[in-house]
T-cell receptor, first 115, second 112 residues
């Protein structure tokens, strides 16, 4: 079955630094990848959608200069949280899909803590 | 704007005590309704996709059903390992990127 690998699973960084999260589709080519943020006991909130080779489409209220998304290949997307602050601490989850009418496969998530 | 409401927020069952989780949705055109299971600190794990009213799907102790306004996830004779948060999501039938809109989930705890 489709597998999405997300790394790291946990990261702690200092306020003001940047951190990169990787999302890889291991056994399929992901034409579209999605990035979500989830706060405790809340649902997944879509941050942005990215198609391979194109600029990401950000949801309303998400700062594109703060959350940099790169989808340079059909198997890799990265989310970089720039100049992180404690309020950016959250659980970040990626999802990948091969093409329209295919299922959405989720990564295992990254717990980001900014101190 | 798509809306997805799940109830109850939390549910505690004894092993073997069957129950149902509800997902009510408002969408202009439904392309698909998804059920996922999420364990603490993990990403969602796919369970079912339903596409049209009247459709039903089963997997072990779980059965998902769909109407034009809501979906139910029936859990028959649950076991402690069924404890998790169950998420419902809808995909709208539009020409956009077909994103998923999630509900807030039902946290299920099954005790011995």
């Amino acid at each position: 079955g489709a597998v999405v690998s997300q790394h790291p699973s946990r990261v702690i960084c200092k306020s003001g630094t940047s951190v990169k999260i990787e999302c890889r589709s291991l056994d399929f080519q992901a034409t579209t990848m999605f990035w979500y943020r989830q706060f405790p006991k809340q649902s997944l909130m879509l941050m942005a959608t990215s198609n391979e080779g194109s600029k990401a489409t950000y949801e309303q209220g998400v700062e594109k200069d703060k959350f940099l998304i790169n989808h340079a290949s059909l198997t890799l997307s990265t989310l970089t949280v720039t100049s992180a602050h404690p309020e950016d601490s959250s659980f970040y989850i990626c999802s990948a899909r091969a093409r329209e009418n295919y299922g959405y496969t989720f990564g295992s998530g990254t717990r980001l803590t900014v101190v | 704007e798509d809306q997805v409401t799940q109830s109850p927020e939390a549910l505690r069952l004894q092993e073997g005590e069957s129950s149902s989780l509800n997902c009510s949705y408002t969408v202009s055109g439904l392309r698909g309704l998804f059920w996922y299971r999420q364990d603490p600190g993990k990403g969602p794990e796919f369970l079912f996709t339903l596409y049209s009213a009247g459709e039903e799907k089963e997997k072990e102790r779980l059965k998902a059903t769909l109407t034009k306004k809501e979906s139910f996830l029936h859990i028959t004779a649950p076991k402690p390992e069924d404890s998790a948060t169950y998420l419902c999501a809808v995909q709208e039938n539009t020409g956009t990127a077909s994103k998923l809109t999630f509900g807030t989930g039902t946290r299920l705890q099954v005790t011995l």
